[in-house]
């Protein structure tokens, strides 16, 4: 059997594997869950594995071109603060986000991680989690 689809008990997508012939007829064929292994499906399958492999060669290299442009990056804010530097409104990670995106690099507000929340004035920095396993350290500059 070639699973088409993820089956929690038995394995992924696009996995090769011995099964009961009820089970597969019963189940997976009436699901469409799997499909029989035939020299035709097998080779749809290796064709199927090497596009994936190609498209992501393609989305590592986009993303560390990313991390690239993103390596040293300062962003400065501009927020509201009391006599002695605390912010009123802490700075969120949509916010840097969309100084982000101001900057030209398109990232999402929930690849934005900071160590604590940014509460004052001044100089701090945050983690951008990109796509395979890729981590890029940015200043904040918090300035009223």
Do not use: C
């Not at 011995?18 to 399958?45: I, M, P």
């Not at 991390?67 to 969120?92: P, Q, W």
């Not at 990232?107 to 701090?124: F, R, S």
């Amino acid at each position: 059997m070639i699973l088409t689809k993820k089956v929690p008990t038995l394995g992924e997508a696009g996995e090769v594997k011995e099964v009961a012939d009820g089970y597969a007829r019963n189940f997976l064929f009436s699901r469409r869950l799997a499909e029989l292994a035939t020299e035709e499906n097998l080779k749809k399958l290796e064709e199927n594995n090497k596009h994936k492999a190609k498209l992501a060669e393609k989305d590592l290299l986009l993303t560390e071109q990313l991390a690239d442009r993103l390596n040293g990056t300062v962003v400065e804010i501009e927020e509201k603060a009391n006599e002695v530097g605390k912010l009123y409104a802490a700075v969120s990670p949509s916010a840097i986000a969309k100084k982000l995106k101001e900057l030209g690099l398109e990232i999402k507000k929930n690849q934005v991680t900071m160590p604590e929340p940014i509460k004052e004035l001044g100089e701090h920095r945050a983690l951008i989690n990109l796509d395979h396993g890729l981590e890029v350290e940015i200043t904040i500059i918090v300035k009223e």
